[in-house]
């Protein structure tokens, strides 16, 4: 194997029995796929969608052995296509990175060059990664909320899954464009963190539920972002105030939501899919100029842990115990 050519990345394998192992082992650029643009990956970051790869979950990735990592930011080595200059510097995330195509979470990628955007001049790569998938995705559930209208003075913002990348990231951009942002979460001794982060109330995310059984109830927040699911999304919706929006972006407790239309139609309130994968690339490109100006949040180092690639397998196994605190940011380098 040619020392110039081998590459360390996470392999995860298909033992039998429905069991999978994750390690980090040598791989080679003969491994990757042909694709137009080789890249030299610096920095990637862990989100739940790269947790249930790992695992073997095969609505996300249906192909092992697999190197997941739905993000990445690094240096371009080749671009056949032109787009890009060898020793530029480009982020990816979505269409099929770290799904059924090998991610982020290798010091190699080799993607379609359509499927990278040059890295803002305001951005570092690690400050790129520290945002990743997890702050994309809370970037463009508030532009969601704004292109509806929302502005600071409806009132309050809910968010749940406060402590989870989506959430964290969501609660620190909502307070920086001054908005009075409500966090739930089900880990109370998170609270003086979510405070720091810019939320003026924490909130046990059980709360939302005590509506479970009523068509509607008070309405309390001006509109909402959701990362959970569920009976949770039901219960934002139930108490959104009139003209809200709640931004659904998550299904970590369910995908399935059951309730009367009787708040959509009497109070005149939306639920607004946001997705982070399949946008078009220019949205891509002009939401990443967003976080790098008006949406940068100062001191980032703070936002983001960051771990190298020989921990990732530790830390994904935290996405199913319930242990994710904030963004985990992988030094892919670091071995």
Request: one cysteine or more.
């Amino acid at each position: 194997m040619s020392a110039n050519n081998a590459f360390k990345a996470l392999l995860v394998e298909e033992l039998g029995d429905n069991t999978y192992s994750k390690k980090v082992v040598e791989r080679n650029i003969s491994d990757l796929p042909e694709n137009d643009l080789l890249i030299d990956v610096h920095y990637s970051s862990l989100n739940y969608k790269d947790a249930m790869s790992a695992s073997g979950n095969k609505r996300i990735s249906q192909n092992f052995p697999h190197t997941p990592g739905i993000d990445a930011a690094g240096v371009v080595v080749s671009d056949k296509s032109g787009c890009f200059s060898p020793g530029e510097e480009v982020l990816v995330f979505g269409y099929d990175l770290g799904m059924n195509t090998p991610g982020g979470l290798g010091q190699k990628i080799s993607i379609p060059a359509e499927w990278a955007v040059a890295c803002p001049d305001t951005l570092t790569l690690k400050e790129a990664m520290t945002y990743g998938t997890g702050g994309l995705t809370a970037a463009l559930c508030i532009q969601k909320l704004e292109k509806m209208g929302a502005k600071p003075s409806d009132g309050p913002v809910a968010v749940t899954g406060a402590t989870g990348g989506v959430g964290s990231i969501s609660i620190a951009l909502l307070n920086q464009l001054g908005y009075d942002v409500v966090a739930f979460s089900g880990k109370p001794e998170q609270s003086e963190k979510l405070k720091a982060l810019g939320a003026s109330e924490i909130l046990h995310r059980e709360t939302i539920l005590e509506v479970k059984d009523a068509v509607a109830g008070k309405p309390k927040w001006a509109h909402a972002i959701d990362t959970l699911g569920g009976d949770y999304l039901t219960g934002l919706l139930k108490q959104v105030k009139p003209g809200g929006g709640v931004a659904s972006v998550g299904l970590a407790a369910s995908p399935e939501i059951a309730m009367s239309v009787v708040p959509f139609i009497t109070r005149g309130i939306s639920l607004l899919g946001v997705d982070s994968v399949y946008i078009p690339l220019e949205d891509k490109k002009h939401i990443w100029q967003r976080v790098a100006t008006d949406m940068k949040l100062p001191d980032l180092e703070s936002y983001q842990q960051e771990i190298s690639l020989n921990e990732t397998p530790e830390y994904l196994d935290k996405f199913f115990k319930g242990h994710v605190v904030g963004r985990y940011v992988v030094n892919v380098k670091n071995v």
